[in-house]
């Protein structure tokens, strides 16, 4: 039922790590919290808590390391390099991680949806927005969607700005609109400790604007930006989407 890969990416200039549980149904992939690697999701339980969605055959579910998150972190590079970084980890997920779901799968043009939590959320939403011909659905949960907060810098490089979905997004047209148009992102959000639910309605009105459907959920003012949050968000909308 577990697997994981590891190979060197020329794209992020370091070791990766691809893990997958389960055997078949719906692959989903995962984006770890900001600091998280591949098996953080089965560390803090959450695939026990998908474990009967996992055993039905619904769900596959893959998860690769934050490189992208954790240099958001990395005080010790420049700003440009961080937003550079950024840009390498989705082309990583789009030319190397992509291709390895697909052959786990047995095939070439299946649609994976993603996941994630925090800065994970980021990255769920970003890559379903970038490439709607690979990614159809996104679950971002206690989303962290404006990354310059994290960064002294004042001024933002094209290359952040091509992986912000914030900055993007509004400047979309043509065909890459028409099918991100037929896509569905899931915003689900506490509004306890440590949340903010602003930061998912902002980025839900620029989609809205765009015409890209997508929905806002509140799970409340107790609700905390924690684990037991997030593992009671994912088996449900997993669960629902693939009933």
């Not at 055959?57 to 954790?70: A, E, F, L």
């Not at 997920?93 to 786990?104: G, L, Q």
């Not at 047995?106 to 990614?135: M, Q, Y």
């Not at 990354?147 to 810098?153: D, K, N, S, T, V």
């Amino acid at each position: 039922m577990f697997e994981k890969h590891r190979w060197f990416s020329s794209r992020l200039n370091c070791e990766s790590t691809l893990a997958r549980w389960g055997t078949v149904g719906q692959p989903v992939l995962v984006f770890p919290t900001a600091g998280g690697d591949a098996e953080e999701i089965e560390r803090f339980l959450m695939i026990k808590a998908l474990e009967p969605l996992l055993s039905a055959g619904r769900i596959k579910i893959y998860s690769c390391d934050s490189v992208g998150g954790r240099a958001w972190f990395d005080r010790d590079t420049s700003p440009e390099h961080r937003m550079y970084m950024q840009h390498q980890y989705h082309q990583y997920i789009k030319h190397e991680v992509v291709p390895a779901i697909r052959k786990d799968c047995n095939d070439e043009k299946i649609l994976i949806w993603t996941a994630g939590a925090s800065i994970g959320a980021f990255h769920a939403a970003a890559v379903v927005c970038r490439f709607p011909d690979i990614f159809s659905r996104a679950l971002a949960m206690s989303g962290t969607f404006d990354l310059m907060r994290f960064c002294e810098a004042k001024e933002t490089t094209e290359y952040y700005r091509v992986s912000s979905p914030l900055n993007f997004v509004p400047h979309l047209a043509g065909k890459h609109l028409d099918l991100l148009r037929t896509r569905f992102i899931q915003f689900a959000t506490g509004e306890g400790k440590w949340e903010n639910i602003g930061e998912s309605f902002r980025l839900a009105q620029i989609l809205g604007d765009k015409g890209i459907p997508n929905h806002v959920a509140s799970w409340g003012k107790d609700v905390d930006h924690d684990w037991v949050t997030w593992r009671a968000m994912m088996p449900k909308y997993l669960g629902e989407w693939t009933a």
